[in-house]
């Protein structure tokens, strides 16, 4: 996979010099999109998955705001598994890419920053329509 199609993105993390923990903040300059919906996964079973399914315009960022999960990343030639488990560090996914989420922690949180309200039309829900799509 092409590095330009997903990316590792570290979010600034600011450490309280008393000792109370740390702060990460996410800003407009932070990701090439502006935000248009936020929404977490929890209680995801250890033995699930979530995603599978690919956006045709839709970017995402995925954090892993407690505990650890594995993303799998497809541009429908090649697969990267990507894991994730720093609050400051986020996975931005482009459009175009097939991702399903899997090996859930327990505990673990999955914070998804998007560029786009919820458009069902946006969305690739089978394997055969993706690849039709990226032959387009």
């Not at 740390?22 to 090439?32: A, D, F, M, T, Y």
């Not at 995801?44 to 650890?68: C, M, N, W, Y």
């Not at 541009?75 to 986020?90: A, E, F, Q, Y």
């Amino acid at each position: 996979m092409k590095a330009k199609q997903f990316e590792i993105i570290e979010i600034p993390k600011i450490s309280d010099p008393d000792g109370r923990g740390n702060l990460s903040v996410i800003e407009k300059q932070i990701l090439p999109f502006s935000i248009k919906r936020v929404y977490y996964l929890y209680d995801v079973p250890s033995d699930s998955t979530r995603g599978g399914h690919a956006h045709k315009e839709l970017q995402q960022f995925l954090i892993a705001v407690s505990g650890s999960f594995d993303v799998v990343l497809d541009d429908g030639n090649k697969k990267i598994t990507v894991s994730l488990n720093k609050p400051n560090k986020g996975l931005l996914i482009p459009n175009g890419i097939w991702r399903e989420l899997e090996n859930f922690s327990a505990g673990s949180v999955c914070l998804s920053l998007v560029s786009d309200v919820y458009k069902e039309s946006d969305y690739i829900r089978t394997y055969d329509a993706f690849k039709s799509f990226i032959r387009t």
